[in-house]
């Protein structure tokens, strides 16, 4: 009876060490792939009125925000670059680091939400540290009928060689 319940010991042991299936939830919880398939949360949108184009993709992370936001004027300078700021109420207040003409620039802007879209804000603008800025957020006007509307991400790197 010892024998057995060494032998059962020891076949459990071997069984044990061989860890979790392939195909477990375990396994498949833990898997390297299984990171890097993980889905990244982005929004996209746009503005177009005739030949002028807004684009805004952002990377929500609860209050911090990522993206990309380009101006494409017809027969103006485009400036395109990284935004990255903050998500307060319903407003996101972020810098803009852009490139026009090949010079590098920064610049604050400020989007407000509005149903399923964006409207960016304008208002007094100050120089602080370099950077443009604006005087008073609180003052900024979001009434015109630029709208930044939802469109499909997987076109948004297209649309900037446009």
Not at 106 to 131: A, H, L, P, T, Y
Request: aromatic share 12%; glycine share 6%; proline share 4%.
């Amino acid at each position: 009876m010892k024998a057995l319940c060494v032998l059962l010991l020891a076949v459990f042991a071997i069984a044990a060490c061989n860890g979790p299936k392939e195909d477990s939830p375990i396994d498949a919880h833990f898997s390297p792939d299984s990171v890097s398939k993980a889905e990244i949360l982005e929004d996209c949108f746009q503005y177009v009125s005739g030949k002028d184009t807004i684009r805004m993709r952002i990377q929500p992370d609860e209050f911090n925000v990522t993206g990309e936001l380009a101006y494409l004027f017809f027969e103006k300078d485009k400036s395109w670059g990284l935004i990255k700021g903050t998500l307060k109420d319903s407003l996101l207040i972020a810098e803009f680091n852009f490139l026009s003409e090949g010079d590098s620039s920064k610049r604050q802007v400020v989007f407000k939400r509005f149903g399923e879209g964006w409207r960016e804000g304008f208002g007094e603008i100050v120089e602080s540290d370099g950077i443009v800025v604006f005087k008073s957020i609180d003052s900024l006007d979001f009434s015109h009928e630029v709208n930044l509307v939802p469109m499909p991400c997987d076109q948004f790197r297209s649309s900037l060689k446009n």
